[in-house]
Nanobody, 118 residues
Framework: VQLQASGGGFVQAGGSLRLSCSASGDVLSIHAWAWHREVPGKERESI?????????YYVPSVKGRFTISRDNAKNTVYLQMNSLKPEDTALYYC?????????????WGQGTQVTVSS
């Protein structure tokens, strides 16, 4: 199973970006998706998750500004990021909990850089 993330870039404060992450390979189904972000010198932080049934969770710092969604038919997750702030600058990673046969495995995408200027 491979995850391919895309959509990062450079944007001014107040702008928007949409990240995508698609899973390919021996994917039976994806139990849950998550977006994480990492800043140099800090631990990787989980910022948004979406379960198989569609329930979502956001950390307070992004709630109301970011929206996570999934397209199960395409094995793809999205992160719509609005009202971006300089402190959102980070390397963003997608993560998927994937059923492969009767076992669940965790996979990571390669990371996509988001830079927000003030």
């Amino acid at each position: 199973v491979q995850l391919q993330a895309s959509g990062g870039g450079f944007v001014q404060a107040g702008g928007s970006l949409r990240l995508s992450c698609s899973a390919s390979g021996d994917v039976l189904s994806i139990h849950a998706w998550a977006w994480h972000r990492e800043v140099p010198g800090k631990e990787r932080e989980s910022i948004a998750t979406i379960a198989e049934g569609g329930s979502t969770y956001y950390v307070p710092s992004v709630k109301g500004r970011f929206t996570i969604s999934r397209d199960n038919a395409k094995n793809t997750v999205y992160l719509q990021m609005n009202s971006l702030k300089p402190e959102d600058t980070a390397l963003y990673y997608c993560n998927a909990a994937v059923w492969v046969g009767l076992k669940m495995y965790s996979y990571w995408g390669q990371g996509t850089q988001v830079t927000v200027s003030s």
